[in-house]
Each structure stands twice: as structure tokens, then as C-alpha cells.
């Protein structure tokens, strides 16, 4: 029976930078912090120099793991692929791109991406993005959305989404309630969504609601301001009230993540007080992109704050519920 700790540890999928130490004897947060029952790791382009170093250094992962882990990628296509260096300038298409070429080859490029990715070791693709490109000035979605109009996303969302569980690999759509009217890159700051509740829910909103009804296992939470659901400044990521909708009126009763935690539109809410903030909202499981003595530091501040807060222990043994059974029906 796993304790307090290892159940708050399984919250967090980390950036695996430092892992090499561990192979060779040296001391690693990565690899300290998956002996001590780390939920995941997250790949970037710069962990993937080839095939074979790739798959020994998951190989490596899943040997010192406490806890089968979270083995995750950023990978829809186009300038989000972390691939690079195994393709040799060999790209998959972007989500707009693929998506006008047709419903047929979108299936196809998505087939040949999940095949590719579970040869590797990956289970779990932070993709589909299923955000409603309306503003055509958006400097962080635009062609990693497969539309303008919510009723073709939906399309795309179930194509995508289907072909991914079918090969085994946990699909999780992002960025919740929706990042397409942005006028602002969240890594960069905190964007503001003044829209109408109507607008969200008819056009941004709509395809999460879809996405669900379709079986979705993980949603991502944007580090966004959306007025329809708090005046004062919150990133969705942090807010109850837009976590509430994601599960009451949505129905959604599967894994919510954050974003990364260190891009700007939420890091400024503090190092600790970010994340106790993000509990209580009811986000189960954090995406932190490094693995250093910050990151150990507040998963280990946290932990002391949950002994005297009956709220934040049950947060933690709920979050590890929902995780250890997502993990289990994909026989991860």
C-alpha cells in the first residue's frame, strides 16, 4: 500500500535532464525522485538523439521506477515534434495541414505517429490539441489546431483520439477551456479570454464537451484568464470554478493535468502556493519540465503542508486513484 508521499509523488510527470547521472552512479532528482514513486517523465526533442539511445533510456526509466511510469511526449506534428533528430527533417504535418488533406490521411499520418511512438516505449501523447483557432493572430495555437470551426475540431478530436487509444497510447487533449482566441503565448505571460460563457461554450469549449462524450482518459488545463469563469486574474489551471464545469457540467471523471509549471502564466502564483492552489482546483497530476532541487523542494513542502491539511490529503489519495486506474486500464 502505497504511503502519502509515493501517492503525491505519482502527481507529478517531470523533464528527465539530469537522468544520465543516475546510469552512471551519481546522485539524479529524476531518478531519486522515480524511486520514490514519480508518476511520469516527459521527453524533449533534446532527450532523443536516435532510435537506440531513446528506447535504452526508457528502458533505463522503467528499471528504477518505484511505479510503472507516465513515459509522455509532446508529439502532434509540425513545430510541435519531438522526434527531430530521428526523422532528419522528415516531418509529420501539422494538425491544420493534416486535417485539410482529409479525414482519410489524417487517420493515416495519426496511425503511423502512435505506431512510431509505441515502438519507442511512449504511452501517453500530450495530442490531440483540440482548441478552436479563432483568432487568426494567435501566436502560440494556430496551425496546431485542426480548425477554425469547433465542428470540424470535433471531427478531428475523435479521429485522432480513437487511433491513439486503439494503439495503446493514452490521448490527452488539450488546453482546456480553450486556448484559440489567445492573443498572448502562456509561456510567455498569462493570456486573458474575454469571452461571453455562450462563446466559450459554443465554440471552445464545445469540443472538450465532445471529447468526453467520446471517452477522453486526460484533459489539459491552459494557463489561461478566462473572464466567463473568474474576474479576478487566475489562470484556468488554478481556478475551481473552470475545473468544476470540466467535471459537473461536462461529465469528465477522468485525469486532469496541468500545463507545463514553469511557463510564465502560472509560475508567478509561487513556487509552492501554484500548486496547493491547483490541488484544491482539482488538478491530479502536474507537468513540471525539469528535474532539479526546486522541483523536489516543493514536491517535499507540499507534503508537509497535506500532514495538517485533511483537504489536500484527500486531493492526494483521490488524484492517485484516478492515476493508478488510468495507468491500469492501458496496462501501464
Known amino acids: 500500500m502505497a504511503d502519502l508521499k509515493t501517492k503525491l509523488y505519482q502527481m507529478f510527470i517531470l523533464g528527465v535532464n539530469d537522468f544520465d547521472a543516475c546510469t552512471e552512479g551519481v546522485s539524479s532528482f529524476c ?4 524511486k520514490n514513486g514519480l508518476g511520469g517523465v516527459i521527453f524533449f526533442t533534446k532527450d532523443i538523439q536516435n532510435v537506440e539511445q531513446f528506447k535504452s533510456l526508457i528502458s533505463k526509466i522503467k528499471t528504477v521506477s518505484l511505479i510503472s511510469p507516465f513515459l509522455s511526449i509532446d508529439q502532434e506534428g509540425g513545430r510541435v515534434e519531438r522526434t527531430e533528430n530521428i526523422h532528419k527533417g522528415k516531418k509529420y504535418l501539422s494538425a491544420k495541414y493534416a486535417f485539410e488533406k482529409g479525414e482519410n490521411f489524417l487517420a493515416a499520418q495519426t496511425d503511423a505517429m ?7 516505449g511512449i504511452n501517453l501523447n500530450f495530442a490531440p490539441c483540440i482548441d478552436t ?8 495555437i494556430g496551425e496546431r489546431a485542426y480548425s477554425s470551426k469547433a465542428e470540424e475540431v470535433i471531427i478531428a478530436e475523435n479521429i485522432v483520439s480513437s487511433i491513439y487509444r486503439k494503439n495503446g497510447i493514452i490521448p490527452c487533449v488539450k488546453h482546456y477551456p480553450g486556448h484559440g482566441d489567445a492573443n498572448a503565448d502562456s509561456h510567455l505571460t498569462l493570456p486573458e479570454i474575454d469571452l461571453s460563457m455562450d462563446e466559450m461554450k459554443n465554440i471552445h469549449i464545445k469540443p472538450f464537451k ?35 464545469y470540466l467535471r459537473k ?13 514553469v511557463m510564465k502564466g502560472v509560475a508567478d502564483f509561487g513556487e509552492v ?10 488538478i491530479n497530476l502536474f507537468i513540471y519540465r525539469n528535474s532539479n532541487s526546486t ?21 492526494i489519495e483521490n488524484s492517485y486513484e484516478k492515476i493508478i486506474n488510468l495507468k491500469e486500464k492501458y496496462s501501464i
Open 31 to 34: 531518478c531519486d525522485a522515480l
Open 114 to 120: 502512435a505506431k512510431e511512438l509505441k515502438e519507442y
Open 133 to 140: 483557432n479563432t483568432n487568426p493572430n494567435n501566436p502560440i
Open 210 to 244: 465532445e471529447a468526453v462524450k467520446n471517452g477522453a482518459d486526460m484533459v489539459m488545463a491552459a494557463h489561461l484568464h478566462c473572464t466567463c469563469f473568474d474576474k479576478d486574474v487566475i489562470p484556468a489551471s488554478l481556478s475551481k470554478n473552470a475545473l468544476s
Open 249 to 261: 457540467e461536462l461529465g469528465f471523471s477522468g485525469v486532469i493535468i496541468s500545463d507545463d509549471m
Open 273 to 282: 502556493e501554484a500548486f496547493i492552489m491547483g490541488i484544491r482546483a482539482g
Open 295 to 315: 522541483i523536489i523542494d516543493i514536491i517535499e513542502k507540499i507534503y508537509q503542508i497535506a500532514l495538517d491539511d485533511n483537504e489536500i490529503k484527500s486531493k
